[in-house]
């Protein structure tokens, strides 16, 4: 059906692409309202919308970067993440009128997936870099009412080599769940949300590719990408697996009629 209705947001800077990347719907104290995350004049950008019409109720923006990826908490705050001058970002905003509650990031990355758990604590995933000598992580989680690090899982104690994940769901419990591609392959991973150690691991055929991943109310993880196909195209790939036990439930391969990529 038509739309109830269409915003168009516009950044600061002119001849600056303008883009939208990532979008929440949340019931908190401001409502039923809705928050978008992207870029806007080449900034990271956050920008609460009202639910009900689509006006822009505040906007949050940091220099030089784009956000990937947006959450809202229970009580209306929204948590976006991303890139910000080359920085790992990820930042808590207050939901009346989006004020900074707190900030986090390292001295190098980008996230690409946020997500709140049931606690209201945070975890992020991406690529995050190594301060401080540490080794790259593919994930952390953040205190939710300060962004302090509880843990961080660094990319070799969860099996993803050095490519950073594309993709966050959450279990019921909380546990983590990473999709992305490592040694060339799909790869989906489960953490504990107590600490951030691997439980366990799905690895595809050479070169497939992770894109999306959700979990169902079991804790099993559902993910989506590509599989090769007719060369030189894809296929659609998609996985059912209990990460628990590292079963897979099942798989199935879309082929589309054309003969291009899906």
Not at 9 to 25: E, K
Not at 110 to 137: F, Y
Not at 212 to 239: E, I, K, Q, R
Request: a negative charge; proline letters at 5%; hydrophobic letters at 40%.
């Amino acid at each position: 059906g038509a739309p109830a209705w269409v915003t168009y947001l516009d950044g600061d800077t002119p001849c600056s692409d303008d883009r939208a990347l990532a979008v929440a719907v949340g019931s908190g104290v401001v409502g039923i309202e809705g928050a978008a995350a992207g870029a806007l004049g080449g900034h990271f950008a956050v920008v609460m919308l009202s639910g009900s019409t689509g006006a822009e109720q505040w906007r949050y923006t940091l220099p030089n970067g784009e956000a990937t990826a947006v959450a809202i908490a229970s009580n209306g705050d929204v948590v976006g993440a991303g890139v910000a001058g080359s920085r790992f970002t990820v930042v808590r905003l207050g939901a009346q009128d989006g004020h900074q509650v707190w900030k986090v990031g390292s001295d190098d990355g980008r996230a690409a997936g946020v997500a709140i758990d049931r606690n209201g604590d945070v975890v992020a995933t991406g690529e995050h870099g190594g301060a401080c000598g540490q080794a790259p992580c593919a994930a952390v989680k953040l205190l939710g009412s300060t962004g302090a690090q509880l843990w961080r899982a660094p990319y070799a104690a969860v099996g993803v080599a050095s490519t950073p994940p594309v993709a966050l769901a959450l279990a019921p419990n909380g546990d983590p769940i990473l999709a992305g591609t490592t040694n060339d392959a799909f790869t989906v991973v489960k953490l504990a949300t107590q600490n951030g150690n691997l439980i366990g691991r799905y690895q595809d055929s050479a070169g497939s590719r992770a894109l999306a991943v959700a979990s169902d109310s079991t804790g099993l993880a559902l993910a989506t990408g590509t599989v090769p196909g007719n060369p030189p195209n894809d296929d659609w790939l998609v996985a059912k697996v209990d990460l628990d036990d590292e079963d897979t439930v099942w798989t199935r391969i879309f082929v589309g009629t054309d003969g291009t990529n899906d």
